[in-house]
């Protein structure tokens, strides 16, 4: 089974709860787990995940290849790859059960929803949110592929596909207010993946500090023009398709290209003995390759019913991805909130699981 049939199969059970996901994908990355020990005459809140170690087994059937030998561990890109991407299942129920709650709760004569700083607050999850999904996808597609360029997409999308999760999660404990720590039912599903998820990074080797892996090969990946990779921001296809069909994307995808094309130059010139230079460089690589990976699944989904294929979803990611580049975030746009808003209540009301993702290749070569 692929990487990707993996991903999608856990994706559920991660909605339902973050450490029933990780046994769905056992199989894959392999589990130790620790035997949980309540207090005495009470029962055990934190986080599920504090009973899980992990090791890194070989997954039968799976063949690591040379595209996936990092750190020694033929597939600890396997780990990176599939964990963040299937972990996306929780975040996906958590922002269905905020919209549930903010369509319920009455406030200043309204409803939560109704408040122009929750919507806000919710645009920006769900942004968060479909970006790490297009970054996650062209990781989990590149691994499943054992091409050379997963030694370093991979652990970029792991380090920055888990900042994202907890990035939107905070979002959406926000937009749950005192619900999120109060534990209302039948809301509180939403503080345990939060929770959840913000731990993901502390009890995953793998996910703890991946940077490292990926640097050796920055500057072969930023000059990558075939893959969803920071070059192919620069394509002329890719800036034509956006000026024809997401004329409000313009700007901010010029920005990123010409970061692209600078940190390519960065990126061939390292600040030897500079640790943390390199590794805040490995970070705008990180960001780049997200920005790479939305417009390369908006262009895959483009003309289609699909969310992916939203030019106004595909600006709003990009503008989320700016901001963190140049360190300064400031509140998207209301027509992008507006159609935000629209798509996670309409995702909220039909029940639909986000599944933009892996196996449909976002992220394959434009």
């Not at 999308?157 to 990035?167: E, R, W």
């Amino acid at each position: 089974m692929s990487i990707a049939e993996s991903v999608e199969r856990a994706r559920p059970a991660f909605g339902r709860d973050v450490s029933a996901g990780l046994d769905a994908l056992e199989p894959l990355i392999g589990r130790i787990g620790v035997a949980a020990v309540a207090p005495e005459g009470g029962e055990v809140v934190t986080s599920a995940l504090r009973t899980y170690r992990f090791d890194a087994p070989a997954a039968p059937g799976l063949e690591a290849g040379p595209g996936l030998e990092t750190s020694g561990l033929p597939d600890a890109a396997v780990v990176r790859a599939a964990v963040p991407a299937a972990a996306l299942g929780a975040l996906d129920a958590a922002l269905r059960e905020s919209v549930r709650y903010a369509r319920a709760r009455e406030l200043y004569g309204g409803t939560v929803l109704d408040i122009p700083h929750a919507r806000s607050l919710l645009a920006a999850a769900l942004a968060d949110a479909l970006t790490a999904d297009a970054l996650s996808s062209a990781a989990v597609c590149l691994a499943d592929a054992h091409v050379p360029a997963a030694s370093v997409a991979v652990p970029l999308a792991a380090h920055l596909s888990c900042l994202l999760l907890a990035d939107a999660a905070q979002q959406v404990s926000v937009l749950a207010g005192s619900t999120f720590y109060a534990r209302i039912a039948p809301f509180e599903l939403i503080e345990q993946h939060v929770r959840d998820l913000s731990a993901l990074v502390a009890l995953v080797p793998e996910l703890a500090d991946p940077l490292p892996a990926a640097l050796d090969g920055l500057a072969a990946w930023c000059a990558d023009m075939d893959a969803a990779a920071p070059a192919s921001l620069l394509r002329p296809e890719v800036m034509a398709a956006i000026a024809a069909d997401a004329p409000g994307a313009v700007e901010v995808h010029v920005a990123l290209a010409a970061a692209a094309a600078e940190t390519a130059v960065d990126a061939g010139e390292p600040e030897a003995g500079d640790r943390h230079a390199v590794l805040a460089l490995a970070h705008r690589v990180s960001l780049l390759t997200a920005a790479a990976a939305v417009v390369a699944g908006w262009m895959h989904a483009r003309g289609s019913e699909a969310i992916a294929g939203d030019p106004l979803v595909m600006e709003a990611s990009l503008r989320r991805i700016r901001g963190r580049v140049v360190r300064r975030q400031p509140p998207l746009p209301a027509d992008l909130v507006a159609r935000l808003v629209a798509h996670a209540e309409a995702r909220a009301a039909s029940g639909e699981e986000m599944a933009i993702g892996p196996a449909r290749a976002a992220a394959s070569p434009m």
